[in-house]
């Protein structure tokens, strides 16, 4: 009698080259950012996962009415009745149109995801748990093999060059220091919303990163 292995929650950063798939359809799930003002396309491949999408979908429609608001919860909608063909899906991630994220694709395998929702939430707290796991882009942690080019990605100089920067403010603050005062703790930078965790070192696309620097309005 064969066993099944269970899946972990979070998927690992990939270690193999991205498979680029180009047949088949593919279904968007929508993610809106009051915030932010903006919207992300994640296009995710129906043949293979159309039992997990079936399951998010059935759970993600348990909120009758979805809001948005300033500073709230972002908001989910999965279409599985109209589907994109696999070159549209990756002409999108190529759009320049938002400056805080940017639309994905994702060719590989989805997991069940279960938001846990409970029979006695309200509207928000299911928004809210909706947001707790799949908010700003953490699909990415139930599917792999996302497309993305090897020309999108940054190269190492950039880091290198950052790094260099930064240890020359660093020497110029020094000697800026008291030798009887003790110097200011290191400030923790908070990891930006909205830029997938898996992107936001070098293997973050470029172009991604000129959008992470656009002054919003």
């Given at each position: 009698?064969?066993?099944?292995?269970?899946?972990?929650?979070?998927?690992?950063?990939?270690?193999?080259?991205?498979?680029?798939?180009?047949?088949?359809?593919?279904?968007?799930?929508?993610?809106?950012?009051?915030?932010?003002?903006?919207?992300?396309?994640?296009?995710?491949?129906?043949?293979?996962?159309?039992?997990?999408?079936?399951?998010?979908?059935?759970?993600?429609?348990?909120?009758?009415?979805?809001?948005?608001?300033?500073?709230?919860?972002?908001?989910?909608?999965?279409?599985?009745?109209?589907?994109?063909?696999?070159?549209?899906?990756?002409?999108?991630?190529?759009?320049?149109?938002?400056?805080?994220?940017?639309?994905?694709?994702?060719?590989?395998?989805?997991q069940k995801i279960d938001l846990k929702f409970k029979?006695?939430?309200?509207?928000?707290?299911?928004?809210?748990?909706?947001?707790?796991?799949?908010?700003?882009?953490?699909?990415?942690?139930?599917?792999?093999?996302?497309?993305?080019?090897?020309?999108?990605?940054?190269?190492?100089?950039?880091?290198?060059?950052?790094?260099?920067?930064?240890?020359?403010?660093?020497?110029?603050?020094?000697?800026?220091?008291?030798?009887?005062?003790?110097?200011?703790?290191?400030?923790?930078?908070?990891?930006?919303?909205?830029?997938?965790?898996?992107?936001?070192?070098?293997?973050?696309?470029?172009?991604?990163?000129?959008?992470?620097?656009?002054?919003r309005k």
């Open positions: 009698m064969s066993t099944e292995t269970e899946q972990p929650n979070n998927i690992p950063e990939q270690e193999t080259p991205p498979s680029h798939n180009m047949e088949g359809k593919y279904v968007i799930l929508l993610e809106t950012s009051a915030e932010e003002h903006e919207q992300w396309y994640y296009f995710i491949k129906y043949d293979g996962n159309e039992e997990a999408l079936k399951h998010l979908q059935d759970q993600l429609e348990q909120v009758e009415h979805w809001t948005i608001e300033e500073e709230g919860n972002n908001t989910f909608d999965l279409d599985l009745e109209h589907f994109v063909s696999a070159t549209t899906a990756k002409e999108m991630t190529k759009v320049d149109l938002n400056a805080h994220s940017f639309n994905r694709k994702f060719d590989g395998k989805l029979k006695k939430y309200n509207d928000d707290k299911k928004m809210a748990k909706a947001m707790e796991i799949l908010g700003d882009g953490q699909i990415e942690n139930f599917i792999d093999d996302e497309d993305i080019d090897p020309e999108d990605l940054c190269s190492h100089s950039s880091s290198d060059e950052n790094d260099t920067d930064n240890e020359s403010v660093s020497s110029e603050d020094e000697d800026d220091v008291s030798p009887n005062k003790p110097p200011p703790p290191p400030e923790k930078k908070p990891r930006e919303k909205g830029i997938p965790k898996a992107l936001l070192e070098c293997d973050r696309p470029g172009w991604a990163r000129a959008k992470g620097k656009k002054i």
